[in-house]
């Protein structure tokens, strides 16, 4: 099954990534290898970034290595404090960085700690209270793909907003994402399947 991109989704072909699959760059492909080019069914997105490396969207390994701290923490939910060691083993996660995260998802009020024998971190609240928009948020900051769509007190920086054809682009993409990331709960992620609609 084919990864469905917004660009497959609004019909779009890259050009650059058609033009070097066409070439055959993808190491790997049979079609590519055998010279076989045939018409394509459906645009094809490249899995590797061509042209600028630069990525608009990315949850750094902060965000990922944050969510992944805090889900270990709603599995163990109600089970007393765990360590970082443990968090870390489980989720084959640096120990010295998971230090440095859940500093900042305590101050955030997402979770607590105790000191001590038997010292370690649970959820501050239920797991279904948490959800993964706090967690980023906490550990990105807020969701804004343009500085013209900064959660919070709007920033006006840019001459053109006034008449930007393009901002109700990111103006929906903002709102798309903080509602996806507002919708799943702590709860939600330590169920064994995740439906994604």
Known sequence: MA????????GLREPTAARAYESGIWVGDARAEKGWRARQQEPR?????????????????????GMRLMVD?????????????????????????????VAVLRKAGLVNGKRGAGG?????????????????RALEGPIEPQICTAEGDPVVNCI??????????????????????????????????????
């Not at 899995?47 to 965000?63: E, K």
């Not at 404090?81 to 084959?92: C, G, K, M």
């Not at 370690?120 to 706090?134: F, N, Q, W």
């Open 120 to 136: 370690g971190y649970t959820l501050a609240r239920d797991p279904s209270a948490i959800t993964a928009g706090d967690i980023v």
């Open 160 to 197: 053109r907003e006034q008449d930007c054809g393009t901002r109700a682009v990111w103006v929906k993409l903002q709102s798309t994402i903080a509602h996806a990331l507002d919708g799943m709960t702590l709860a939600d992620l330590t169920k064994e399947k995740v439906t994604i609609a």
């Open 3 to 10: 990864r469905l991109t917004a660009s497959i989704l609004a």
């Open 45 to 65: 997105i490249p899995s590797a970034v061509l042209g600028n490396p630069q990525t608009a969207f990315h949850v750094s390994t902060r965000g990922e290595y």
């Open 73 to 101: 923490l709603a599995r163990h939910w109600q089970q007393g404090t765990v360590s970082l060691h443990a968090v870390a083993q489980r989720e084959d996660l640096p120990e010295a960085y998971l230090e440095q995260l």
